[in-house]
């Protein structure tokens, strides 16, 4: 059987950079995500390699269902394909 860690992987790295997008194009949302996360643009830029760095727009999706639910609407994806991506980082 095929190892597929690195596609999983590349997969949630991915739908963590658009998440981010996501969450970052609303000017409320990201003051929101930036509050609750202590993060601030400077930490973002510089952890953008960064699997912790990539969850946290996942976790704060996670932990917001009707953000969770137009997050993955706007991705085409389901809310499901977010948290497991997010899951896949946390490892």
Sequence with gaps: MANTAPTDRLSALTLALGALGWVLEDG?????FLSLTGLD???LRAGLDDPSILAAPL???ANHEPDL???AEALAVTPE???AARQELSQ
């Design 69 to 71: 639910i137009r997050a």
């Design 59 to 61: 976790d704060f999706l």
């Design 81 to 83: 394909e977010l948290v």
């Design 41 to 43: 643009p400077d930490a």
């Design 28 to 32: 409320e949302r990201a003051e929101r």
